[in-house]
């Protein structure tokens, strides 16, 4: 059974930091044959769900929303199924519930997991 589990969210305050990690299981990150995209996405009350970045089967290529730019860090270890999202310089607007997402392109399979709060208020 393919799951996805985050974990590290929290309250925090503005300027501050927070890493958010993923672990996946059930399947293969990424080998010579089976590849998956992984990104993180965001929801805040009202909003839609807004994908904040994304990484590489293998890591060589990372995209962010604007909003995320120069404070926000995707990194992965296939090994261990993970991924993760170093969050700094955080502001109230990056309020949100953090979903981790898995897509493999060659099937179109895709997994959510359940989503974690993060709070960044005084």
């Known amino acids: 059974q393919v799951q996805l589990v985050e974990s590290g969210g929290g309250l925090v305050q503005p300027a501050g930091s927070l890493r958010l990690s993923c672990a996946g299981s059930?399947?293969?990150?990424?080998?010579?044959?089976?590849?998956?995209?992984m990104s993180w996405y965001r929801q805040a009350p009202g909003k839609e769900r807004e994908l904040v970045a994304s990484?590489?089967?293998?890591?060589?290529?990372?995209t962010y929303a604007d909003s995320v730019k120069g404070r926000f860090t995707i990194s992965r270890d296939n090994a261990k199924n993970t991924v993760d999202l170093q969050m700094n310089s955080l502001q109230p607007q990056d309020t949100a519930v953090y979903y981790c997402n898995a897509v493999r392109s060659a099937t179109g399979f895709t997994a959510w997991g359940q989503g974690t709060q993060v709070t960044v208020s005084s």
């Open positions: 990484i590489s089967s293998f890591g060589d290529t990372k």
């Open positions: 059930g399947f293969t990150f990424s080998n010579r044959f089976i590849n998956y995209m």
